[in-house]
C-alpha cells in the first residue's frame, strides 16, 4: 500500500532574531486531508512558523517542504499553492463579492470565469455576487475572505482565526465547508482563540515560547496534560471557596465559572478533601461533581506553568 | 444574588429603523449580582438592545431603567449608574494607562481627589498597576482589553454593560477577564449586575442568565442548564467510518433532526424521546449501507447545539 505523501513536512525548523528564538527546532508532519488546530499564547512562534511555511520569511536553521516544495529555495512554488485567509487581508468594501474574487484571483493568475464562479458558489455566495461587500454580514464576509484564499484550487489552506466574532449558526456553516473541503483532500490548518473550535480538528498542535509542546488529538491532549481530575463544586460564598480550595495542596488549578467553582486536582486528591477544606474554610457545598476537561484547561495549564 | 434588588428593567423595549424591527419587545429583570449573557445571532438585536440600555437611542416604544431611573427621561441619572466596553473602544495610544483612567475618570465626572486613589485601586484589581506609566500603544492586546474593563469601572458603576468585549482576544486574557467579572458580582455587596453579549457559547456558559435573542426578541431565557436541559437526551455521538457515508445515512433517518461534524465523529440531534430507536435503526441502516459503526451513545447537550436549534426553529412572532 502506497502511503500518502505528506503535505508538509517540518524538520528542526528554527528562526532566530537576534539572540531571540522564536521557533525552536520543531518538527512535526502533516498528512493530506487533515485539519490541524494551532494553538499557543501570543508570543509562542505560530505566525513565525506560518510566515515560515508561507515562504515569507527565511529560516535560521532546519528545513520544511510544504506540498513538495522547500519553503526556503522553492519559496515561489509555495506561495503559488497555499491559500491563506486572514481577517488582516484587505476585503475591498467598494466592490461587491464578485469583484473581490475576481480581483484576488487575477492575482494567483486565475482569469478563468468559470473558476471565479465555483468558487462563489463553494462558499454559497452565488446568489450574493452583486452585493457590496461592506453590505455583508460578519458571518459571510468570513466566507468571502475563505473564498478568495480558495479561488486558485490550493490543496493546503492556512486560515488565521476564521471565525473571530461569529455567531454559532455562521460558525458551523463555515466548518461544514472546511470539512466538506478537506474530505476532497485539501489539507487545513487553522488557528483559533476560540478553545471550543479547537475540538472540531483532527489533531492539534499546541506552541510556548517558540517550542512545540504536542501535536495530537483533542482527547490525547486532555489524558497528555490534564494529569488529574476535574471538578465541579457549587459553594457559598463562592470568592472563599476559590481562596479555600486555590491553597489546598494538591489542587492545581482553581477558578470561577458563572455560579459554581471549576478545579482541577491530583487524582488522588479525594472528594472528601476537598468538601473538609472547604468546611474548613466555612464554606457551603451545595454539590460536588465530576467534570469533563477541555483544551482550555489544557491551553490555560501549558500556558502558565 | 439579591432579587428583590433589581437593577436593570425593561418591559416591552422597542426600536425600528423605519420598516426594520431591530428591538421587537424585550423584557429584562436583572438582578444585583447577576452576570447575564445575551446571545443571538448577528442581527438578532442585540447590540440595538444594549445601546437602548445605555441611553445611546430612544425607544420607539416601551420602558427601560437602570437602578430605578428612566433611560427616557432620566438618562443621565442612568448613564451614571452604567459602565460601558464595547468592541470599538478606543485608547489614546499615546497617552499612559494611568492617564488614559484618568482621561475617563474625569469625563465621567470624578473629582480631583478621587480619580487617583480609584485609579490605583481599579488598576490593582484589573492587574494592570504595574503598567501605570506605560504608554496604551505599547500594551498587549489582552492589557488594552484590561485597560478598557478599567475604564469602565472606574466610576464604581452599578451596571456593567459589555458588548462583545472577548472578541479575537486570546484565551488566557479571556480567562482572566472573566474571572474579574465573576469575582466583581461575587463579592458580598457588590451590588453589581453585568450584562454581556457574546458569540462564544463557552462564556454564555459561565452567565448566571442567558436570554437568547432572535429579530429583536428574546425568545428563550434560563439559565445555562435550563437552555442545554431543552435538548436533554437528544444529542447522540456517532463513530464510525467513513464519516461522509455515515452522515448520509444518518441524515436519511426519520427520527434525526440535524447531522453534524466534529473532528473524528459526528453529532446528530434527535426527536424527543427517539434516542434509543435511533441508535437501534443506525446499528442496523450504516452496515447495510457498506459502512462500519463503532458506537453510538447520548452525550450532553451544550450551549452550541441549542443555539443552533434556535435558530433553525421556525419563530412565531407573539
Avoid at chain 1, 486531508?33 to 508561507?54: A, C, D, H, V, W
Avoid at chain 1, 454559497?124 to 464576509?141: E, H, I, M
Avoid at chain 1, 460558525?171 to 485539501?186: K, M, P, Q, S
Avoid at chain 2, 475604564?151 to 477577564?177: H, I, K, N, Y
Wanted: negative net charge; charged residues 20%; proline residues 4%.
Amino acid at each position: 500500500m502506497n502511503l500518502p505523501e505528506p503535505v508538509i513536512v517540518v524538520d528542526h525548523l528554527t528562526r532566530r532574531f537576534g539572540d531571540f528564538v522564536a521557533v525552536n527546532a520543531i518538527t512535526f508532519e502533516v498528512q493530506p486531508g487533515e485539519i490541524i488546530g494551532y494553538l499557543g499564547p501570543n508570543g509562542s512562534g505560530k505566525t513565525t512558523t506560518f510566515r515560515m511555511l508561507l515562504g515569507l520569511l527565511t529560516p535560521s536553521e532546519g528545513n520544511a517542504s510544504v506540498l513538495g516544495y522547500d519553503v526556503y529555495r522553492q519559496a515561489e512554488q509555495v506561495r503559488a499553492r497555499v491559500g491563506y485567509m486572514s481577517q488582516k487581508f484587505a476585503i475591498y468594501d467598494d466592490l461587491t463579492v464578485w469583484e473581490n474574487l475576481q480581483f484576488y484571483g487575477g492575482v494567483y493568475g486565475i482569469t478563468d470565469k468559470a473558476r471565479i464562479e465555483e468558487t462563489a458558489a463553494l462558499v454559497g455566495l452565488a446568489d450574493q455576487r452583486t452585493v457590496l461587500t461592506r453590505d455583508l454580514s460578519v458571518g459571510w464576509r468570513q466566507r468571502l475572505a475563505l473564498g478568495i484564499a480558495l479561488v486558485h484550487n490550493p490543496r493546503l489552506l492556512f486560515l488565521d482565526e476564521p471565525t473571530s466574532g461569529v455567531d454559532p449558526t455562521a460558525r458551523r456553516a463555515f466548518w461544514d465547508l472546511i470539512y466538506g473541503l478537506a474530505e476532497t483532500g485539501v489539507t487545513i490548518l487553522v488557528t483559533t482563540h476560540y478553545m471550543d473550535e479547537a475540538e472540531y480538528c483532527h489533531r492539534v498542535a499546541m506552541m510556548r515560547d517558540g517550542n512545540l509542546l504536542a501535536l495530537d488529538t483533542p482527547l490525547a491532549l486532555k489524558d497528555l496534560f490534564i494529569p488529574g481530575k476535574v471538578w465541579e463544586l457549587y459553594a457559598e460564598p463562592l470568592l472563599n471557596g476559590l481562596h479555600a480550595l486555590a491553597d489546598l495542596p494538591g489542587v492545581i488549578r482553581s477558578s470561577l465559572s458563572g455560579d459554581h467553582l471549576r478545579v482541577i486536582a491530583e487524582s488522588r486528591l479525594s472528594e472528601n478533601e476537598l468538601k473538609n477544606a472547604l468546611e474548613q474554610a466555612n464554606v457551603v457545598l451545595t454539590s460536588i461533581q465530576l467534570g469533563e476537561p477541555t483544551l482550555e484547561d489544557v491551553f490555560l495549564n501549558l500556558a502558565r506553568n | 444574588m439579591n432579587s428583590d434588588d433589581i437593577l436593570v428593567r425593561a418591559s416591552g423595549l422597542r426600536k425600528s429603523f423605519g420598516d426594520v424591527h431591530a428591538v421587537n419587545g424585550v423584557d429584562l429583570n436583572i438582578a444585583a449580582g447577576e452576570i447575564y449573557g445575551l446571545v443571538g445571532s448577528d442581527g438578532a438585536g442585540k447590540t440595538t438592545t444594549m445601546r437602548l440600555l445605555v441611553g445611546a437611542l430612544l425607544p420607539t416604544n416601551g420602558e427601560a431603567s437602570i437602578c430605578g431611573y428612566s433611560v427616557k427621561n432620566q438618562v443621565e441619572q442612568a448613564r451614571a449608574q452604567i459602565g460601558y466596553l464595547s468592541q470599538r473602544f478606543s485608547l489614546y495610544e499615546d497617552l499612559t494607562v494611568l492617564e488614559n483612567i484618568r482621561f475617563f475618570a474625569e469625563m465621567r465626572g470624578l473629582k480631583p481627589d478621587e480619580w487617583h486613589p480609584r485609579s490605583l485601586e481599579i488598576l490593582e484589581f484589573v492587574g494592570l498597576a504595574k503598567f501605570q506609566h506605560r504608554r496604551a500603544g505599547q500594551l498587549s492586546g489582552g492589557m488594552k482589553q484590561k485597560l478598557g474593563l478599567a475604564s469602565a469601572l472606574v466610576t464604581r458603576p452599578r451596571v456593567l454593560l459589555l458588548d462583545e468585549p472577548t472578541t479575537g482576544v486570546d484565551p488566557v486574557t479571556r480567562q482572566d477577564f472573566w474571572q474579574l467579572i465573576i469575582q466583581l458580582v461575587s463579592a458580598k455587596d457588590s451590588g453589581v449586575s453585568v450584562i454581556i453579549s457574546t458569540p462564544y457559547m463557552d462564556e454564555a456558559a459561565r452567565c448566571h442568565r442567558i436570554g437568547f435573542m432572535q429579530k429583536g426578541e428574546i425568545i428563550v431565557e434560563g439559565t445555562p442548564g435550563q437552555l442545554r436541559n431543552m435538548l436533554n437526551q437528544r444529542i447522540l455521538e456517532l463513530r464510525g467510518s467513513p464519516l461522509p457515508l455515515l452522515k448520509n445515512i444518518s441524515a436519511q433517518n426519520a427520527g434525526v433532526e440535524d447531522v453534524r461534524s466534529f473532528g473524528d465523529r459526528l453529532h446528530l440531534r434527535v426527536k424527543d424521546g427517539q434516542s434509543e430507536s435511533v441508535i437501534k435503526e443506525l446499528e442496523q441502516t450504516i452496515p447495510a449501507g457498506g459502512g462500519n459503526f463503532l458506537g453510538a451513545r447520548p452525550i450532553a447537550s451544550t450551549l452550541e447545539d441549542v443555539f443552533i436549534y434556535l435558530s433553525e426553529r421556525e419563530h412565531e412572532p407573539a
